[in-house]
């Protein structure tokens, strides 16, 4: 029995064009090869893999080993993340880094000038006392200095924590004190949006008791904003050696720790999600080479800032890795102008574009965004990630920034499973908008219903699982073994890993994800996934985006709440609310009518563009509001929503 039903409906759909299967890393022969090689023997295609695209200081033969569900990757082997990412691509004469700052200075760093800076700051580093197996907290902005220092941490061994450099001192001091960080990496400030940053400030607020395993504060000086120095501090160009030094990078094992990343928080306390260096890095290169088809020639700008997943696998890590070319912008989206992104894109030739769509949703409303007005010739990829993608802003996307000519891959995965898990391959799979189309090679995911059996018909919602163990998998939650096995694994009696979305399959087999199992609602005996509802209210000409949760009714159950904010004011707010359920009536059926729409300026976000839904639930329900707020990208909006509601 399904556990979530669906009602949306796409037909559009987009085959490859020969330019997508000419020359691609990655084809329909290589797809089935290795799909075979897969089912014959997954242990040995794994491996086979591992060797032929890691650089091993040590081979290893323990291909999975551990006890379920802590599972172990090329355990036996041993190799460094930094080398992978940076030693083996010197010799090319590239670019590694093109930095656009947000008042638009360019800098480029080669792999040589790459690797002569890590080599430096490793050096600086292992002065102060790091060894292998100490936690860094790295709280800066998207820099090639935040680069350094997580690849001098993966040169060394020493575990960091990038901590994204817009979260508040709370959040801040939490991730320090739950890692037991020996060292603390930031800048003195940074620009967002024309407004001065004062990280140091905020990291001495977060540290300014009980944080006495703290040694250092390492200041990287960004902004010339420094006025004094503390006792743990220390300047980045005092510490970093003036001629150049060599520091041999650490044989690590597979399966030590490289980074602890702590989820973004829009559910509960933040989990250490802990990833491990071989199994990890494995997936980062393969999905990068299949799904993005990464090229030398390639420039590859992911927009995600270093603070999460998407900016640790596809800005530093798999790009890297894979001895590409990568752009990061340091800035907003938005500023000085709402045509930035277009701007860099055509300034830079950036050839694989991969952003948010709560960022295109944010563009789509700006009146003035307009890409056709640039050059924007260079794009043959376009990527989505963080949230389902609405067949609206998916159109947009397709049409407007890509010229109808650059395949969309949707990739869905998560900051606990390290790498894309389901994402069409441009060259194979035909693209229908809102979906993440197939597992990719060596992912075994399965849709089941309560009692953990596979739906495979399609349009039956169920939750979405993945039943054989992966190598870029997190490792555990830090300090907290229990809570890993609670959360991941004890739902279907650790026969899965539990990824916590719903999900369906259309007829042709591709999964469209639903939202969160926990965003189900249930209105008449009908459960019905929020994402959906969202969907066809986006897909209104006023509507830019909407959020829709439940609340207790007595005669539905449950009864619906949509969150909405308008593209423009509209002055009769009731006719307006009508309309739009009638609009939902017509996309999803009467079911689906949300009861209640509040309308507000914008809606409640984590700082990597989540809506908050816990948030909005409260809201919706008189609750009191017990998620912690700082994290909130727009933290006033709670007491506009609070006097709506
Ligand atoms: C959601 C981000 C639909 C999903 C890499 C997942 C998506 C959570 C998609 C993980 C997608 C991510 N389509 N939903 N393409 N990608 N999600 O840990 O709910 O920040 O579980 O990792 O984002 O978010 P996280």
Known sequence: MSIIESNLDEKRSFSPREDHTKD??????????????????????????AKSNILWDKSFNDVIS???????????GKLNVSKNCVDRHISKNKSAIIHISE??????????????????????????????????????????????????????????????????????????????????????????????INSKE????????????????????????????KTKDVLWSEILPREEKYIDPVSMSSDELLFILYTSGSTGKPKGIMHTSGGYL???????????????????????????????????????????????????????HSNRFWEIIQENNVSIFYTAPTALRTLMKVGENDPSNYNLESLRILGTVGEPINPKAWMWYFETVGKSLCPIVDTWWQTETG????????????????TCTKPLPGIDVAIVDINGEELRDPNQGGDLVIRQPWPSMLAGIWGDKDRYVETYWSKYSSKYYVTGDTAR??????????????????????RLGTMEIESALVSHRLVAEAAVVSYKHEIKGEAIQAFISLKQSSKNKSELADDLRQWVSLKI?????????????????????????????????????????????????????????
Request: aromatic content about 10%; hydrophobic content about 40%; glycine content about 6%.
């Open 202 to 229: 905020i990291v001495d607020d977060a540290i300014k008791v009980d944080c006495e395993f703290v040694d250092n504060v390492i200041v990287y000086e960004n902004h010339d904003a420094l006025s004094s120095k």
């Open 419 to 434: 790498a894309n898990m389901i994402a069409p391959i441009p060259s194979i799979n035909s693209l229908i908008p809102g």
């Open 282 to 336: 494995l997936n980062c290169i393969i999905t990068n080479k299949w799904v993005f088809d990464l090229k030398d020639q390639d420039i590859f700008w992911c927009t995600a800032d270093i603070g999460w997943i998407t900016g640790h696998s596809y800005v530093v890590y798999g790009p890297l890795a894979c001895g590409a070319t990568i752009l990061i912008y340091d800035g907003a989206p938005l500023y000085p």
């Open 24 to 49: 691609a890393n990655f084809t329909k022969k290589d797809l089935l090869r290795l799909t075979k090689q897969f089912k014959n023997n997954r242990n040995k295609t794994w491996s086979d893999l």
């Open 66 to 76: 551990g006890k379920a569900p802590f599972y172990k990757w090329f355990s036996d």
């Open 103 to 196: 008042n638009n200075k360019r800098k480029v760093l080669s792999y040589s000038d790459l690797y002569i800076y890590i080599n430096k700051f490793s050096y600086a580093l292992r002065k102060l006392g790091l060894t292998s197996g100490d936690r860094v907290i790295i709280y800066m902005p998207t820099i090639p200095e935040s680069i350094v220092a997580m690849l001098s941490c993966a040169r060394l061994g020493l575990i960091h924590s990038v901590v994204f450099a817009g979260f508040s001192s709370i959040a801040l001091r939490d991730r320090i004190i739950d890692c037991k960080a020996k060292a603390i990496i930031t800048v003195d400030a940074y620009m967002r949006s024309g407004k001065i």
């Open 589 to 645: 059926g009467s079911i689906a009518k949300p009861e209640r729409i509040s309308f507000s300026d914008s809606l409640p976000k984590t700082r990597s563009g989540k809506i908050m839904r816990r948030l909005l639930r409260n809201l919706a329900r008189g609750e009191d509001i017990t998620s912690d707020t700082s994290t909130l990208e727009n933290e006033s909006i709670i007491e506009q929503l609070k006097k709506i509601v």
């Open 505 to 526: 399959y259309d007829e042709d087999g591709n999964i469209w994800i639903m939202g969160r199992s926990d965003d189900v609602v249930n209105v008449s005996g009908h």
